[in-house]
């Protein structure tokens, strides 16, 4: 038996580090219970309530020599894809000045690989600084990085970088085989060390006990410091990937996770990310009561497609939340009116 976490009290008390089994704890709370002090964490540090917006871009598509299971853009899987090289940066700066023109304030560009090289460096430098000159939040996802590549994005003023520990350590070997954990761990090590905030969260759904979600919170939980921006995505599974079959998670499980990472992980942006379109507006709405407050915000994620923006901007403004901008603009000009949340952001 895991030991007992006596909400609320044990909650409010500065918790440094978080052993699975008091992870677990909360997991297997009476959901209600779990909400509620996910909620008041939430409240506590986030008493504006705000959600983000963040777009996301595919620079590089395809191609890729790793094996993870769940992933369109692997050699190794069979799947309609079509590779794609480096996008030019015409094209990436028009999608980002679309994206601030509807209200994003972050931009974050994926690009498939397991590392880049010293070529591919050069460029995601020159889009960084791109998109970075007109005043938006950067966050790439370029794969493994060395200590010098780290370096070489902090100086392109790269805010975030995106490297998800996706499961366990133990389901992870199961999912990939042309790296290991530790090699993720080393390449957030290395994040850190070139003081770039880091985007580090998982998937969920991939045939994972309640168990191996309860480790991947605590390792996310106990990253000193742990991660500014928590992804939290559910497995859309692909076609051609071994991971298509995958069984479905029970969605109340999903809101559990992100109640769970917001408890533990009380300062982070906590981003509802892949598969949100597919679970609905009711278990949306639960996730943002459990402490979610960004959401990726665009037609696309990075192959597959994501929920429509109007239909976004839409459920914000029924459940009454603002966004990320809105909330900033009235913290700098006090009075100025909220912006209608079922038309796009002028
Ligand atoms: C993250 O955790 N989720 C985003 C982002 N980081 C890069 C990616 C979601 C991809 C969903 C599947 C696809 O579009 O292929």
Redesign the pocket.
């Known amino acids: 038996m895991p030991p007992a976490v006596s909400p609320p009290e044990s909650i409010s008390a500065p918790i440094d580090t978080w052993s699975t089994a008091e992870v677990f704890a909360l997991f297997a709370l009476p959901f209600s219970e779990l909400l509620f002090l996910a909620h008041r964490v939430h409240r506590d540090h986030f008493p504006d309530g705000d959600v983000e917006l963040a777009t ?1 871009i595919s620079l590089k598509t395809g191609g890729c020599t790793e094996d993870c299971g769940y ?3 692997s050699i190794h899987h069979d799947t309609a894809l079509v590779p794609e090289g480096i996008l030019p940066l015409d094209t990436v700066l028009a999608s980002a000045r679309q994206a601030k023109a509807r209200g994003a304030t972050r931009f ?1 560009m ?1 690009a498939s690989g397991r590392s880049p090289s010293a070529r591919e460096m050069g460029r995601y430098v020159e889009i960084i600084r791109a998109v970075k000159a007109l005043d938006l939040e950067t966050c790439v ?1 370029l794969g493994m990085l060395r200590e010098e590549q780290a370096q070489q994005l902090k100086e392109a003023g790269l805010d975030y970088y ?1 490297h ?1 520990l996706d499961t366990s350590s133990d389901h992870y070997t199961r999912i990939v085989s042309t790296h290991s954990y530790q090699d993720r761990l080393d390449t957030l090590g290395r994040v850190r060390k070139a003081g770039i905030k880091v ?1 580090c ?1 998982g998937i969920v759904g991939m045939g994972e006990s309640r168990q191996q979600r309860a480790e991947l919170i605590s390792q996310l939980a106990n990253l000193n410091p742990y991660p500014e921006s928590v ?1 939290v ?1 559910h497995l ?1 599974p ?1 076609e051609g990937t071994p991971l298509s079959g995958a069984d479905s998670l029970d969605p109340l499980e999903f809101v559990r996770t992100v109640a769970v990472a917001r408890i533990t992980m009380p300062e982070a942006r906590v ?1 509802l ?2 598969g949100r379109r597919e679970l609905g507006e009711g278990v949306q709405a639960m996730c943002f009561f459990a402490g979610a407050n960004s959401i ?1 915000y665009g037609e ?5 497609d994501n929920a429509e923006e109007e239909n976004d901007l839409a459920l914000l403004a029924k459940l009454g939340l603002k966004t990320r901008r809105t909330t900033e603009v009235k913290a700098r000009m006090p009075g100025i009116a909220e912006h209608d949340h079922t038309r796009p952001v002028p």
């Open positions: 996301l992933c369109a853009q974050c994926g996802t995106n998800n985007c969260g992804p995505n859309i692909i981003r990310s892949a990726f696309k994620l990075l192959t597959a």
